[in-house]
């Protein structure tokens, strides 16, 4: 077979072909094996198909690859692995043993796909990709690599099967020859399969690929953990014994159905221990686990979890700075148990962990509730875990089925694209090339004219694709145009675009006000701004700057617009040129609609005409002062209003003094913004405090995640202050919740 370049332990073929007889055995046991594992999975027919695919890979697969390593042993030990990690459905085995051929022979795809199916090619051609895409410069080192990889491959099956992959290969190359391949290797399961099989809750992989890992790259810390972990074994498991024969007692006294197992905690996380806490081995106090697994119907898991704590909780004292509540609120990859650290016998701290045999079955083997694998967002997200829990429960088909079946409505692939340099760039579903151009930077975004994508200039508006190489190409003549709305993907991109058309308008409009100016001045004509305001209303203009821009670009003539500002002077109402100080003292006819009193320098008079400024929504308790606008009407601002400082600087004599009188009896609107961490729950958790408060509703809500950081607008309808303050420090309780501030 002509030697071809593949990533991983897929490379160029050796020249050595020989197997020896101990791989022979092996590789006979591992069929056995494998046979074994699927078949309570497997109908009869599909065991037939698996046994005769495993007479053809003996036959037709190269023995070593060109790093010596057995082709096809390290084929089947991945099937068997899988199988016991997950278990498997027969289209997810086929697709492991025949990973090999494909990959090598490329121009077997569509066989494949004739005689298995599009499942069993769909997984190979992701498994493909995934090699493919792993070996970009640049990209490996990278945290987007999980997202690539994440993006690339649509059945999670194909990236638990990489995960499996790399821990056989980790397995494999102990002692190699090639030390530095074996430390890319080792850097590549600590820092991208490793975290993968965390986040999907492969805890056993996880914690494997990561002693693999420090042994690979440092051996000596590795083997002194190891042997002296050996050395204290008896003792330990002792101990172990000894601290689980009363805690039975008691469990089953209380009539808890359980099983108890005790288990050392791996040598990574012990070192992390070692140079987090800056101790030595002897000084780490929690270098074993106790496990509770309690059965129970999922209707009483956190009652029976916390029995059994409170239960452990009266044997042993507890430390509290070590509780974690995983049972309340969830990680966010769906993980679920009750730790607490207690003092055992002679003074050392165990921890100890409680969870239901559903918990345990999530924990061990990383089922679907922990997938939130394709990047969905917000209370969907929630829903969609939720609703996986409830379909594990009941579901007959088991596990695998659901990684076939499950796919959030919510979820779209993200794009991966490539700078010239080999900088990776994720994109929103459909992103352009001017969404590419903004990625990089603004001021590329605003100069961009194009791009050179595989040789061939592109539109702006061309869609890129993943893997894409992208060359920008600029021009200092270029700005942002309206239309560019339109077809741009993401949110940088349309933030950007708006805010810099958003600048040139006004620029254009302080032109076109300046304009206006001269023109006034020169007919000595004295402008009130809220004259002008008015007059730019009824001209049909929505907004102020609209108006001058328009001016500017002489769409509209100024001496027309003077003479009809002129015409309307001198019908203005009187209330324009009155101070402050003759308001104050002004009687009004009208009656107030509203029911709060106005403070007016220290004399409460009822039955003024007042508006709450929408600008900065002042509520009762405020620091507040009054503008007098031109229709005589009191407009009550914020002191910290962003508007106060140009009305002081422009109308002085319109100020005056107002501050709140009685008791808050009215609700009125305030915004929140609440910045945390995208766990599962904290929309409900918020939200539930905010319904549980007396004299407040939630009037509208606004959510917003990005990279795992959740970002919340709530506008709230409250009566005052001290309630608001109060409803603020509740808020930051909440866990994940960072900060909670009035907007």
Known sequence: ????????????????????????????GLASSLRTLSAGRLSEEEQESISTLLREISRTLPCRDRHGLPFALLTLRTAVLFAESVEPDHDILVAILLFPVGHLDPAKSDGIRKRWGADVAGIIAGMQSVMRFGAKTGVRNADNYRGLLLSLA????????????????????????????????????????????????????????????????????????????????????????????PVKKKLTEAGLRFSIKGRTKSISSIWAKIRKQKVDLQHIYDLFAIRVIIDTPREREKRDCWLAYSILADMYTANPARMKDWITIPKSNGYESLHATVMGPQSKWVEVQFRTKRM????????AAHWRYKGVKGDSTDQWMNNIRDILETAESGPMQLMKDIRPDTYDKEVFAFTPKGDLLRLSPGATVLDFAFAIHSNVGCRCTGAIIDGVHRKLNHRIANGDTVEIVTSANQSPSHDWLSFVATSKAKNKIRQSLNEAKLHKAELGKELLERRAKNRKTDLDEAAVMRVIKRMGYKFNNDFFAALADEEVDAAKFL??????????????????????????QEEDASTEILTIDGKTMKGLKYKLAKCCSPIFGDDVFGFVSSDGVIKVHHKDCPNATNIRKRYPYRIIDVEWNGSPDTQLPVTLKVIGNDDIGIVTNITSIIAKEPGMGLRNIAIDSHDGVFQGYLTINITDTGRLNSLIRKLKGVKGVKDAART
């Open 563 to 588: 003479t009809i500002y002129e015409a309307e002077a001198d019908t203005e109402n009187e209330a324009v040129k009155v101070s402050a100080e003759e308001y104050r003292f002004k009687e009004t």
């Open 154 to 245: 649509d059945d999670i099956r194909v990236i638990i099967t990489m995960i499996v992959h790399n821990v056989v290969l980790m397995r494999a190359i102990n002692h190699h020859p090639d030390t530095q391949w074996v430390r890319d290797v080792a850097f590549e399961a600590e820092y991208l399969y490793a975290q993968l099989a965390h986040r999907l809750g492969l805890y056993k992989l996880k914690s494997e690929l990561e002693d693999l890992a420090l042994k690979y790259t440092n051996r000596e810390i590795y083997t002194q953990i190891a042997r002296k972990l050996n050395e204290t074994k008896r003792a330990r498991d002792a101990y172990i014994a000894d601290f689980i024969a």
């Open 1 to 28: 077979m002509e030697s071809q370049t593949v990533p991983n332990s897929i490379g160029f073929l050796s020249t050595d072909t020989r197997l020896s007889r101990s791989e022979l055995r092996e590789l006979a």
């Open 360 to 367: 345990d079955l999530v924990a061990e083997k990383g089922l």
